[in-house]
């Protein structure tokens, strides 16, 4: 294994100016859908008593998770001391801080009334998730920023571990407080679950993993440096590991449901309900999200290829996003159950399974949580060291034999 160079991209192409530009019109249609919701209320979205968290709540948490696990090659190279990983770990710290940013984005501005925010972190309450969250969060930034500058200073690389590991202990609690989040709320049939908070960890490498794939092939497609199959054969690899492990908690979850006489109702209304909750739990996040791009990275035919990889990384992405719509949407569409054993109605819509259509500025302001993040990463590459100048086999691969 060669030492690794890094260098800044050059940024001056027809076509890195194009993506900069259409990643800048969407980040500034979602401002609007911001102001215009802010503006009008949001009696303008699909949100309603019942539902009040909505799709930018989807594209937040999903963001905010992924920020997580895109960290995961970093902390593979520094803190296991996995030399092969060791050349990616700035790349994924740079993709974890931009995905977490576009996240917040998100999730502070369609919460509204951005402004009080100071409030929730200059009074503390203990007891609440959120607030932990909150410092999580801007932890997360501070941890990662300093264990980038370990990375990248020459004078500082013999704390890079002692950095990783901080940071790794650190996104574990981020993504266990995330999960929480919903684990805690035991009014709701759907959460309240210890299960949530190791889901969203395995879910964070899966997300995070399937992102930083389809960066690391972008960045080198679009600048024509040398990506050799031996790292990314492994990283798809190892995808499909975390792909495995969802599937695994995914069915615990449900057959404790099961197993359980109260979540009865509300496992039947996922698994086996006329609505768009099953349509997507089956179709999109079991078939299309885990068991199609599981088939695809250990096949001997597509698991080489590389449109195949991107196609399953792709296809892991959706069914993260429709996994995640279907916790935060339908469990909150399920009917709270006010009075156990009784059956309930009034014109408040007590008992009755709630309706959600996710309105275009929804859908905008959501959209451009993942812009914001790709703007980051594009203009840091252009300004800082974060690529190496090769992951040719013969330069990164510490197995790499030369064959005459």
Known sequence: MKKVNFSEISGNSLGYITIVAILGLITVAGLGAFWYMEHNGHWVTGMNNEIVWGMPHVFAVFLIVAASGALNVASISSVFSKSAYKPLARLSGLLALALLAGG??????????????????????????????????????????????????????????????AAFVWRLALTTGTGSIFGFIVARQFYDSAIYAPLFIIMSFSFGLAIFILMLMAIYSGTGRPLGDAILFRLKNLLGVFIAAVLLLVTIFFLTGLYATEHHGVVSFILNGDNIYTKLFWVVQIIMGSLVPLALVYNPVTGTSRAWIAIASILVILGGLAQIFIIIIGGQAFPLELFPGMEVSSSFTDGVIASYSPSLPEFLLGLSGISVALIIVTLALKVLQFAPDSLADADVDPHYKATN
Do not use: H, Q
């Open 104 to 165: 917040l984005m998100v999730l502070v501005l369609d919460l509204g009334r951005p402004d009080r925010l100071i409030v929730a972190m200059t009074y503390y309450n203990f007891k609440s998730i959120f607030a932990w969250n909150i410092y999580l969060y801007t932890g997360f930034f501070a941890i990662v920023i300093i264990y980038m500058w370990m990375m990248m200073e020459r004078k500082m690389n013999k704390y890079t571990k002692a950095a990783g590991t």
